[in-house]
């Protein structure tokens, strides 16, 4: 069946440089999520969209963390200035009407 | 603020044994709870759904229940297999919002 996609796997930043994460959600889930995942099992929302316009976004650092979900793109979330606290796995979940949540396999940021 | 407490960090079980996992909530009321089960390196995996006002759901050899009264939910895993091993979340949600995640509880099911 059709799965939530992220890219890249893994991810290696300098303390400072840009971080940009990608998600291709489930076609015709409304709504996606984006969750860090630092210590064991710690899920933090960050931000979520319904369709191409953010929903809640109470959980984003807006300092430095911006999201996007254009149509025919990708979901992007893009860290500007990582810091080394900013080294999670970051999940993508996109929302079946039922309300399940559909998991990518996440991407693992590591800040040096 | 909304708190949920899975009570047992790890849960150590025998294979054939029901396993059986907790989630409280307290500050909150769900339109929903789910669990989902996440092994190492992966995105959790969606298993059950249950409604306000479901009182118990089943699905193969797992169980769910929710007792709104008592803010809480048990997941059960009947006649438990090493492959069962992970971790276990819990999840709260209302319609169009996020899921509030518990910590999880890491099931070892030993042969």
């Known amino acids: 069946g059709e799965e939530v996609a992220q890219t890249p796997k893994h991810l290696v930043r300098g303390e400072g440089q840009k971080a940009k994460l990608y998600c291709a959600p489930i076609?015709?889930?409304?709504?996606v999520f984006w969750y860090q995942q630092v210590l064991k099992n710690e899920f933090k929302f960050l931000i979520s969209?319904?369709?191409?316009?953010?929903?809640?976004e109470t959980g984003m650092p807006k300092e430095r963390f911006s999201a996007k979900c254009l149509p025919n793109s990708p979901c992007s979330l893009e860290i500007q200035a990582t810091k080394l606290e900013d080294s999670a796995v970051y999940f993508c979940a996109s929302i079946s009407r039922g309300g399940e949540a559909f998991f990518g396999q996440g991407t693992r940021l590591t800040v040096v | 603020s909304q708190k949920i407490e899975q009570n047992s960090e790890a849960l150590n079980i025998q294979e054939g044994k029901t396993a059986t996992l907790t989630c409280n909530y307290t500050?909150?009321?769900?339109?929903?709870l789910q669990w989902y089960r996440q092994d190492p390196g992966r995105g959790p995996v969606f298993l059950l759904l249950i409604r306000e006002n479901e009182k118990e759901k089943r699905k193969e050899r797992l169980k769910v229940t929710f007792d709104t009264t008592l803010k809480q939910s048990l997941f059960h895993i009947t006649a438990s297999q090493p492959a069962d091993s992970a971790t276990y979340l819990c999840?709260?949600?209302?319609?169009?919002?996020?899921?509030?995640f518990g910590k999880g509880t890491t099931l070892s099911v030993s042969s």
């Open positions: 999840a709260l949600g209302q319609a169009g919002t996020a899921l509030i």
């Open positions: 500050n909150y009321s769900p339109a929903y």
């Open positions: 969209f319904q369709n191409e316009n953010v929903f809640d």
């Open positions: 076609k015709g889930h409304s709504y």
